[in-house]
Structure formats: structure tokens, C-alpha cells
């Protein structure tokens, strides 16, 4: 017997009575968020039949929402929802062979050879039920195998809606819904002169697409902000993502300024996409030449170190490295920034990476991208007194010495974090109190210099 088989244990298809034949999307809208998720429309166009029948919505990724799904029909159309449902697809392929031949295959175990025979299936669920070489089997040996099926079947389990018709032909529609794997991140790539007083900044965007659907000539909106989100999951599960790399504007052009929508930023491409299953793509948010940067260093003290009574040897350490840049229209940008990760180069060489917050225009922009290597410090206590003072309370004293290496003069900010009640009551450079729980002192290194910073605090801290 030659034909073509089906095994119930590969992805089973799906054929139902009354099908409506598969739909196109004929215009695709998508917002893609930083979250993970997007929002996406498509207009469709499908064949329906006279009356009652199953449209299936085929094409939809693996991640869909599915209490997100809605359809609308265009007015006129004369079709009416009646209803909206998941397919599994082995469940309905075998509910529709009921009463009708399937085969049953097994394998001789010494020769390996597969013998098939034609039986009933007489019940589906709960548990097979077949009719079998003119015996009832609750549990047939071997495996169940279908025989060819019809055209125009759905190779995998789907979502459905129940329309009536009143009459035969193609109808539009459109269907949205949401979508978890499809997101995107932006990240910044900022490229310092050699001096290390500007840089050209380029922030890019990567959208990642998870498997199961391409897009193609979709119109692309990416939503920078924050949304709550009360994440149901649909019965299919999302599969693994097999990421690769491509441009999607190979050309470097940039989309611009973000568009505020209530309290969310959108970035529109300037141009239709092709989104790909399983692909990362790029692309490029702006572009800004010769923005001003100031390098700084600086060195934060551990947060309890005024209140333990502590004996040793003095403590080196290497202050952090920062950019610091004004997001400002001056300095060609002047646009909200999305969070992401700030990677910084400089001679062809990786200076270092931070992340930055969502930022508005306006503000400054800085990110710690290393520590000094010819920067060095050194902290030593040299007081500490306790007696004769209120409980709780301690008199401590520091000498910070900052040595430079380099050829060129640096400033150092010096960052003391305080706890509970505190006052400086001596010190050899003015400080500046940040915040109710940090004194910066901002110390100029000359090159090839040394210089110390001596300072006395009360602390109350109970």
C-alpha cells in the first residue's frame, strides 16, 4: 500500500469543514517596545464562504497574546464574529477522522520492518478507541498514521474565528494584537578624539525577532517608556530565538527625533522594514558630530566608614573613569535617549561601556566607563575619637593624597558618604554638600603632582 502518511506524533495538520481559505496580509503596522513585546495591526484580505465557517488566523508568531486578539471586519462586508478560539491541531485532526480509516503502524523487532494496517477510529477522546482486524482496541499497538490529507490544511495548531457570511467571496478585515519576543534595546556608540574633548555619538537600535514569523514591508514604530503589563500565557509556547545579525539600514540613515505620545517616546523608521524570524537587526536612531565631553575621575568612598573604629594600613585605590556630555540641541542632540548601554572608543581602541537611564533633553548624560591606571589615591585615617563626646556620636579625621601619572593635569571628585547627622569641622580644600548624606570635595592634580586632601568630620550616627 503506497500513500502519503501523517504520523500523530510529528506536528499534526489541521482540516476542518467549512474552512475559509488562508488569508494574506495585505499592510502590517507594528509597535515594537523596549519591554519584549510589540503591538501589532494587519490588514487581511480572505475568502469566505456562504454562512458558517472557521476562518483560520494563520502566521501569527509564537509568542501572540492571545486575549490581546481582536478582528474587525469592514463595514459592509456582511460577516459577523461569532467567536474566537484555539485549534491544537492533533486534537482536531483526530476528532475529524473519527468514524473514519486511519493506520496503525508497528515494527517487527528483529528485521525493523514496519507493517501498517487500515482501522476505524471510533472515538477520539478521552483515550483512542479503534476498530482493529475486526477487534475493539482501547490501546492499539505501534503508532496512529493518517492517511493523505486534503488540500488547503493548516500545518499547525492555530487560533480561529467563527464567522457567518452572508454571502461568498473576499472580504477584508483587520486583526490586531500583542505579541511577547518581539522587542528592541537601544544601545550608543560614542567615539572620542584624541584629546578626549569631543566625540561623535551614533545611537543605534536593535530589534529582535523571535521564531515562528517574518514581517515583511511593515510599518515600524519603536516605543521607548515604561507600561504596566499583566502578562497572560497563551497555550502555545514561545520558541527558542535563533539569533543572527543584518542591517537594517545599511545606509546608516538616521530616523531623528522621537515623538512624544502620552508619557511614552516613538521613534517612526523612516522607511517599511522586512523583519525577519530569529534575526537581530539595526538600526540607526541619529547621528551627532563633535559633541563636548568632559572626562572626570572619581572616587566614593565605603558608605560605613566613619563610624567604625578601624586600624590599619592606608587603603589605595583607583578612581572611576566618566564621561559626562549635555543632552542638549547645542551639542547636536536635544532629544529624549532611550536607556541603554553607552560603549565608548577612542584610537581604535574599547574604552569601556556603561548604562545610561531614560534621559530627557536637557540633562546631563554620564556614565562610568573604567577606572585610572595613572590615577592612584590613598586613604588613611588619622584620628578617631569617641570619649568625651555624646553616645553615638565620633570625631574622625582623613588624609586623602591623589597622585598623578599622567602628562596632563586632572581633577579628582572626591565623594564621602556620610551617615546620619554630620558637619566638617576642619578641612584644607572647601567641600560641597551633595546630598544630606555626601560631601564632594573637587581636588586639582597637577601632572606628575601629588596633592592631599585633610578633612575632620563629627558624626552622629544614633
Same mark, same amino acid.
Request: overall charge positive; charged content about 25%; glycine content about 8%.
Given at each position: ?214 514581517? !515583511? *514591508?511593515?510599518? %515600524? =514604530? $519603536? ?11 497563551? @497555550?502555545? #509556547? ?78 589605595? !585605590? *583607583?578612581?572611576? %573613569? =566618566? $564621561? ?11 532629544? @529624549?535617549? #532611550? ?124
Amino acid at each position: 500500500m503506497k500513500a502519503r502518511w501523517l504520523f500523530a506524533s510529528m506536528a499534526a495538520a489541521l482540516s476542518l469543514p467549512g474552512w475559509a481559505a488562508q488569508s494574506e496580509a495585505a499592510d502590517i503596522s507594528m509597535a515594537i517596545y523596549e519591554g519584549g513585546f510589540s503591538v501589532v495591526e494587519e490588514a487581511r484580505r480572505v475568502t469566505v464562504a456562504k454562512g458558517d465557517s472557521t476562518l483560520a488566523l494563520d502566521g501569527l508568531p509564537d509568542g501572540v497574546q492571545p486575549d490581546t486578539l481582536v478582528a474587525n471586519f469592514a463595514a459592509g462586508s456582511g460577516v459577523r464574529l461569532r467567536g474566537q478560539r484555539f485549534l491544537n491541531s492533533k486534537h482536531a485532526l483526530l476528532d475529524d477522522f473519527v468514524g473514519k480509516t486511519i493506520l496503525v503502524v508497528t515494527t517487527v523487532a528483529e528485521t525493523g520492518q514496519e507493517i501498517v494496517r487500515e482501522a476505524k477510529l471510533l472515538r477520539a477522546r478521552p483515550g483512542l478507541l479503534i476498530e482493529l482486524d475486526g477487534r475493539i482496541e482501547l490501546s492499539p499497538p505501534g503508532r496512529i498514521a493518517f492517511p493523505g490529507l486534503d488540500d488547503g490544511v493548516v500545518l499547525r495548531s492555530t487560533y480561529a474565528l467563527d464567522i457567518d457570511a452572508d454571502r461568498a467571496g473576499p472580504v477584508d478585515y483587520r486583526l490586531s494584537y500583542m505579541a511577547q519576543g518581539l522587542g528592541w534595546t537601544a544601545d550608543y556608540a560614542v567615539e572620542l578624539d584624541k584629546a578626549e574633548q569631543t566625540a561623535s555619538i551614533q545611537g543605534r537600535a536593535t530589534v529582535r525577532a523571535p521564531a515562528g514569523r517574518s514581517y !515583511r *514591508n511593515a510599518r %515600524v =514604530r $519603536l516605543v521607548a517608556g515604561s507600561v504596566n503589563r499583566h502578562v497572560h500565557r497563551g @497555550p502555545r #509556547p514561545q520558541a527558542k530565538m535563533a539569533m543572527r545579525a543584518s542591517a537594517m539600514a545599511a545606509d546608516a540613515e538616521s530616523i531623528g527625533s522621537p515623538v512624544s505620545v502620552s508619557e511614552l517616546q516613538v521613534y517612526e523608521l523612516p522607511r517599511r522594514q522586512d523583519t525577519r524570524a530569529g534575526a537581530e537587526e539595526k538600526v540607526v536612531l541619529f547621528n551627532a558630530a563633535r559633541v563636548p565631553v568632559q572626562k572626570t575621575y572619581r572616587l566614593i568612598s565605603d558608605s560605613n566608614a566613619h563610624i567604625r573604629h578601624w586600624r590599619g594600613p592606608a587603603a589605595k !585605590r *583607583n578612581p572611576d %573613569v =566618566r $564621561l559626562k556630555f549635555k543632552n542638549e540641541a547645542a551639542n547636536g542632540l536635544g532629544m @529624549p535617549l #532611550p536607556k541603554g548601554v553607552m560603549r565608548a572608543y577612542g584610537q581604535g581602541l574599547f574604552l569601556g561601556e556603561g548604562r545610561i537611564r531614560h534621559t530627557p533633553k536637557g540633562e546631563d548624560v554620564s556614565i562610568a566607563i573604567g577606572r585610572a591606571v595613572d590615577v592612584t589615591a590613598e586613604r588613611r585615617r588619622t584620628d578617631y575619637r569617641i570619649q568625651g563626646l555624646p553616645k553615638g556620636t565620633a570625631e574622625v579625621a582623613y588624609q586623602i593624597t591623589l597622585r598623578n601619572a599622567k602628562s596632563q593635569d586632572v581633577t579628582v571628585d572626591i565623594v564621602e558618604r556620610m551617615i546620619g547627622e554630620w558637619q566638617i569641622l576642619s578641612q584644607s580644600l572647601p567641600h560641597k554638600k551633595d546630598t544630606d548624606r555626601q560631601a564632594v570635595w573637587q581636588v586639582p592634580v597637577p601632572a606628575g603632582g601629588e596633592v592631599s586632601l585633610r578633612y575632620k568630620a563629627r558624626v552622629r550616627f544614633c
